[in-house]
């Protein structure tokens, strides 16, 4: 479908704001959680269960939100109602007065964000060109979650929990969503109609069906199994980076924060240079290569001495390789299936990589931690991203450039 390059332009920016808000939505509680912990008693167990529902909500749900996509074609109504519910559910974790309810609010959270990613990289790959499809799927990914979520949000959050309790500010965040469901109804062009062709079949399939079809495709195995090993080489980063700065390394907890956050930098300038290097050189390269050079970041970590500057540099140069993510898990996975079965591969890769880095590896690495040290998860890091690279190299290439020679 032919678009205008100022609505290519608008639906890019429009759902990059979408994705950073439901990012927000999603990190807000670990942003409150200093506020939270002492308001509700909640241990550290109870604080990574909370993430575990989250993570292991959206495994579920960006899969079926994927193939409810793909089989009614009604992509434009799938985000504006899961706009509404995940602000709504965002909001309902201030009413939570015990731990059971919190964590609920969380797991429905969950459930309404899944499919927003898979359901917005579907629909940006249709409007833009093919050439530009790797560096807007990009940047609609990675700009929202790293430049809203980890810039703006970590900010926003705890500046209003100062002044207005923990409560209020999740009840705040339901506004912003709401705001972007109208944009979403207004903006976005109708969905076009699904004609009855050679794919029909596919798109009616059942779900069983429809996964069975999926992973008969070699670059779809490939790219779940990258896509395993990269989020669980962020995951653990994320949920570890912090107590080892503090811990292990003495460095104050502000200071901590200041050299964490040199990650959301990369993933902004990652997330953007190299799917426009894929665009431009093919994405199997970008993706071995970016794979193998994440074992650089933990790697620095173990042997670099306590200084900030030198570890800041290193999260900055070393986490640049988060770029790949929306080539693993939407843009290969698309260009690699029929149109009738593209969001259900998005939304496969991504519940894959919540599932496994999200729900599955860091409390065996935790466990890990507790008997061997802080320093253990980093060299399981290493470990994830080798494996990536050498998973990599059996991609297929998919790029449109490539497709040209």
């Known amino acids: 479908m032919a678009t205008s390059r100022a609505y290519q332009i608008g639906v890019l920016v429009l759902l990059t704001l979408v994705n950073g808000i439901v990012a927000f939505d999603r990190l807000t509680v670990a942003y409150l959680s200093p506020y939270i912990v002492t308001d509700m008693g909640l241990s550290n167990a109870q604080l990574g269960l909370l993430a575990g529902a989250l993570s292991g909500a959206i495994a579920l749900s960006s899969f079926f939100g994927g193939r409810l996509a793909d089989r009614t074609g009604r992509r434009k109504l799938i985000l504006i109602i899961c706009t509404l519910l995940f602000s709504v559910g965002s909001g309902a974790g201030g009413l939570a007065m015990t731990f059971t309810v919190l964590f609920a609010a969380r797991f429905a959270l969950g459930i309404a964000e899944g499919p927003m990613v898979p359901v917005s990289q579907i629909v940006i790959a249709d409007t833009v060109v093919p050439e530009r499809r790797g560096v807007s799927m990009g940047f609609m990914q990675m700009v929202g979650a790293f430049g809203i979520a980890g810039f703006i949000g970590p900010i926003v959050a705890t500046q209003l929990a100062d002044s207005y309790g923990w409560r209020m500010t999740l009840f705040f965040s339901i506004a912003p969503g709401l705001i972007l469901m109208v944009l979403l109804m207004l903006f976005l062009k109708p969905d076009a109609h699904v004609p009855a062709?050679?794919?029909?079949?596919?798109?009616?399939?059942?779900?069983?069906?429809?996964?069975?079809?999926?992973?008969?495709?070699?670059?779809?195995?490939?790219?779940?199994?990258?896509?395993?090993?990269?989020?669980?080489?962020?995951?653990?980063?994320?949920?570890?980076?912090?107590?080892?700065?503090?811990?292990?390394?003495?460095?104050?907890?502000?200071?901590?924060?200041?050299?964490?956050?040199?990650?959301?930098?990369?993933?902004?300038?990652?997330?953007i240079g190299l799917p426009f290097l894929s665009d431009k050189i093919g994405r199997k390269p970008v993706v071995v290569g970016a794979s193998l050079a994440a074992a650089g970041c933990p790697l620095a970590l173990l042997f670099l001495p306590a200084d900030p500057m030198l570890l800041g540099l290193a999260i900055l140069l070393g986490w640049l390789p988060l770029g790949i993510a929306p080539l693993y898990c939407a843009t290969i996975p698309s260009e690699s299936v029929s149109p009738a079965l593209a969001t259900t591969a998005i939304g496969l890769a991504m519940g894959t990589a919540e599932f496994f880095g999200g729900v599955v590896v860091p409390p065996l690495a935790g466990m890990i931690a507790d008997s061997m040290g802080l320093a253990s998860v980093f060299y399981i890091c290493i470990g994830f991203a080798l494996l990536a690279a050498m998973i990599a190299t059996r991609l297929t290439e998919t790029a449109p450039c490539k497709s040209k020679v």
């Open 197 to 271: 062709d050679e794919s029909q079949n596919e798109r009616q399939s059942s779900v069983f069906e429809a996964l069975g079809s999926l992973l008969k495709v070699s670059n779809i195995r490939v790219s779940l199994a990258v896509a395993a090993m990269i989020t669980a080489w962020l995951v653990l980063q994320n949920t570890f980076l912090a107590v080892y700065l503090t811990q292990d390394m003495a460095l104050s907890a502000t200071t901590a924060g200041q050299v964490i956050s040199m990650g959301g930098v990369a993933g902004i300038i990652g997330g």
